[in-house]
């Protein structure tokens, strides 16, 4: 081989050489030397390469790293070039080794590698976690009045370069960029949803996002860890129907009840979608036991409603009014008096009052909007019954022909598992798809339950 010893022995046999006259003519020297120093740099040239490629100078530079990760990051085509410069740093470790002024070269070594990832944090990693962060709320919020985002005006910039490169191998640390940026979204999005319950929506939505658009594989914060909208449970309501008429007033056009006094701050409210969750939790099959239930409570209340029709005093004023009405309806322009009605209004107030200063007219009229609220809920059981099963039917292509699975995993010889399973998918199908199809008028069932008890002679009153 051609070691250092070896060529120094060729150039000194070769300076004797020349001393001696007529050895050489005048080119044959010139080639002699010519390939010895071809033969030198050849030897060399490992030695060569590794010196001019030495980066350890950078440690005396430091001030341009930052600079660097900068425009690193200003031009994410270039971040594969990251590699490079962390590999550069790793020239620097012989030369921290050989110091001798400090206990040991370690501490070098470690405030090097504190200062570097200090600065990669500084200028890419943070920026990098929070573009990417208001990157997915944008998308989210894309229906708000946002800033202009347009790419021509306001420029582009692909951050999913900065995800797809390998970890930076930082003397013998890896910094896994795609990890940080998932571990900094995963603990904002669960402390923000921890604050905000009702936001669950939303940063799930912006879970799916990045792992759409930047490949990252989040974890899901099992948060909230129950429904949020549920509002009073639907057999809470049923089984105390008699406080909940009396408490919430019923919005006929919206749908929805309002509580109508509360010591808090709020007031509760009750719509369809509540109902609907309630009937997520217990199934369609509580329905006709709420149905039941306000039957039970209607049937007391048109009990009282007759009753108070019923009494002689009540019942000839009545009388007396509708004789009159009767009589004048064509003098009267078809349209009961209001003096005769403030007349009638003073005359029961006349008969006696309760302790909470409510007459008998005031109480009729507690027992109407009690019914009232009590056909308003019925009506809003329905609604959140047909809203729940639209909701759960909507994954089926056709209601009107849905396959057998439980016969196709028969022809296909499937394990018993999963003609199991088959089996009870059927059995949920129909059951929503009856239960989507048919949508049972329950005021019709009530009208047809109560209607030959009110057309009875004994309630002609």
Known sequence: PCTRERRLVAHLALHVVTQMKGVFKGEELENVL???RRLDAIADMR????EACDCSLLYWHRVVVGVYFQDIYDNPQNAHKLHYMFAAFGDCVPLL????????PEVLLRGLEREVEGLINDHVIRPLCRDIETDLRLHIHHHLQLDD?????????????????????????MLDIKAMVTHYLD???????????????????????????YGLSMVDVQLPSQTLEQGL???????????FVSKYNYNLNNQIFVERTSNNKHLNTINVRHVANSIRTHGTGMVNTTVNFTYQFLRKKFAIFSQFLFDDHIKSRLIKDMRFFRDNKDDIGQMYPFDRAEKFNKGI??????????????????VITQIGNAMGYIRMVRSGSLHYCSNAIRFVPDIEYIVNFEELTQEAKLSGETQWAARNLDVSLKSLSANFAEGAEYFQMLVDVFAPQFRDVKNIH
Do not use: C
């Open 97 to 104: 080794r050989g110091t001798r002024h400090e206990t040991s």
């Open 349 to 366: 107030r006349k008969l006696g009052l309760t302790p909470d200063g409510l007459s008998y007219l005031d109480q009729f009229r507690v």
């Open 233 to 243: 449970d639907v057999l809470e309501i049923m089984r105390n129907i008699h406080i």
């Open 149 to 173: 985002r347009n790419p021509f005006k306001v420029g582009l910039k692909d951050l999913s370069h900065f995800l797809h490169i390998r970890p930076l191998r930082l003397f013998d640390r």
């Open 47 to 50: 030695v060569r390469i590794r």
């Open 34 to 36: 010519t390939q010895l």
């Open 187 to 213: 603990t904002t999005f669960y402390n923000l949803t921890t604050v905000a319950l009702h936001d669950w929506k939303t940063y799930g939505q912006m879970r799916n996002l990045a792992r759409q658009k």
